[in-house]
């Protein structure tokens, strides 16, 4: 059964940095296979993409809202995927998902993703 644990999350202040962490199990040597990606839900707003790593991790894509603030990157070695988030802004408080596609091309698209994580809460106080 596959599972996916979001996790790394907290209550910082505006300006600090954060690394969350998707820790994987199930896949076995498959996780390889999958796009990887992390969506955010912030209160009363709709699920939205963040950032996508390609399978082998050697393409990336962020939303424009992140660009050069949050980087994602995988490790196939340990099934783990992460999110490094530096100079964090009020407006990227969400809850934080990963999620994982079968897809073959890097999709920002809710629908294409097959599991998904519980979230993590990233909390940024002004």
């Known amino acids: 059964q596959v599972q996916l644990v979001d996790s790394g999350g907290g209550l910082v202040q505006v300006g600090d940095s954060l690394r969350l962490s998707c820790t994987t199990s199930?896949?076995?040597?498959?996780?390889?296979?999958?796009?990887m990606a992390w969506f955010r839900q912030a209160p009363g707003k709709e699920r939205e993409f963040v950032a996508a790593?390609?399978?082998?991790?050697?393409?990336?894509t962020h939303t424009g809202s992140v660009l050069g603030r949050f980087a994602i990157s995988r490790d196939n070695a340990k099934n783990t995927l992460y999110l490094e988030m530096s100079n964090l802004k009020p407006e990227d408080t969400a809850v934080y998902y990963c999620?994982?596609?079968?897809?073959?091309?890097?999709?920002?698209?809710?629908?294409?993703?097959?599991?998904w994580g519980q979230g993590t809460q990233v909390t940024v106080s002004s």
């Open positions: 790593t390609s399978s082998s991790g050697s393409s990336a």
């Open positions: 199930g896949f076995g040597p498959t996780f390889s296979t999958y796009i």
């Open positions: 999620a994982a596609s079968r897809q073959l091309l890097l999709t920002r698209s809710r629908v294409d993703y097959d599991y």
